[in-house]
């Protein structure tokens, strides 16, 4: 059973920092590509962070050069690190990945629960 559980959000001024973890469980973490979405109050959910597991990675615009993706494939972790938060930052901050089968009927997209990030002005 595919797992993500996502930890380090909380409230944080703006211009400061904070460090999201996402312990995956469940699948060869290593092959897989992880990604970090978030979702503010009254708006979609959003991808904003990429990794594939070559380590490439890839940003939205919004938060480029601000955010940094990581993952450490011996402890099965992503990490997303977010310095100079802004207001607009905040938003519930997901967890996802994607497994492929043999045909696309049995890919399977999974997500974690979610952290809370807070940021004030």
């Known amino acids: 059973q595919v797992r993500l559980v996502e930890s380090g959000g909380g409230l944080v001024q703006a211009g400061g920092s904070l460090r999201l973890t996402c312990d995956v469980s469940?699948?060869?973490?290593?092959?897989?590509?992880m990604a970090w979405y978030r979702q503010a109050p009254g708006r979609e959910r959003e991808p904003i962070a990429s990794?594939?597991?070559?380590?490439?990675?890839n940003y939205a615009d919004s938060v480029k050069g601000r955010f940094t993706i990581s993952r450490d494939n011996a402890e099965s972790t992503v990490h997303l690190q977010m310095n100079s938060l802004k207001p607009e930052d905040t938003a519930v901050y997901y967890c996802?990945?994607?497994?492929?089968?043999?045909?696309?009927?049995?890919?399977?997209?999974?997500w974690g629960k979610g952290t809370l990030v807070t940021v004030f002005s």
């Open positions: 469940g699948l060869t973490f290593s092959s897989y590509a």
């Open positions: 996802h990945t994607r497994t492929y089968g043999l045909s696309p009927k049995y890919d399977r997209d999974y």
């Open positions: 990794i594939t597991s070559s380590g490439s990675t």
